[in-house]
C-alpha cells in the first residue's frame, strides 16, 4: 500500500512562490509515477505536474509550464513542486498521488491508485 502526505501549501501574493512537498511511502514499483493535480472551487480536478521517477522525465500543464518544477530526492521517496510566479487562478487544493509504471496518458486522474490528502494553495492579488 502506497501512501502520500502533501506539505508546503500556505497563501501568498501574486508573484510569490511556494514549494511543495510529497512523501511516499510504500513498495516503489507502485508509484513509479507521481503527478500533481489541483483542484479549485467548482471546477475538475486538473493534472498540473508529473514526473516519472526512473528517468526523471517531467510534464507540464499549459497553464503552469514555466512557472513550475517539479524534482524529486535521490531515494525517490519525496517529490517536489516549486511553484514560482504563482497567480490567483492558481488558487486550489493540491494533491499528490502516483501510480505503477504505465503509458496511459498522465493528466488523467482515474489512472492513478494512490492519492495524498491535498494541500492548500491560496494566492492573493
Known amino acids: 500500500q502506497v501512501q502520500l502526505v502533501e506539505s508546503g501549501g500556505g497563501s501568498v501574493q501574486a508573484g510569490g512562490s511556494l514549494r511543495l512537498s510529497c512523501a511516499a511511502a510504500?513498495?516503489?514499483?507502485?508509484?513509479?509515477?507521481v503527478a500533481w493535480f489541483r483542484q479549485a472551487p467548482g471546477k475538475q480536478r486538473e493534472g498540473v505536474a508529473f514526473?516519472?521517477?526512473?528517468?526523471?522525465?517531467?510534464e507540464y500543464s499549459d497553464s503552469v509550464q514555466g512557472r513550475f518544477t517539479l524534482s524529486q530526492d535521490n531515494s525517490g521517496d519525496t517529490v517536489y513542486l516549486q511553484m514560482n510566479n504563482l497567480k490567483p487562478e492558481d488558487t486550489a487544493i493540491y494533491y499528490c498521488?502516483?501510480?505503477?509504471?504505465?503509458?496511459?496518458?498522465?493528466?488523467?486522474?482515474?489512472?492513478?491508485?494512490?492519492w495524498g490528502q491535498g494541500t492548500q494553495v491560496t494566492v492573493s492579488s
Open positions: 498521488t502516483a501510480r505503477p509504471r504505465e503509458s496511459s496518458s498522465w493528466s488523467l486522474a482515474v489512472t492513478y491508485s494512490y
Open positions: 514526473i516519472a521517477l526512473a528517468d526523471r522525465a517531467t
Open positions: 510504500g513498495p516503489p514499483a507502485s508509484r513509479a509515477q
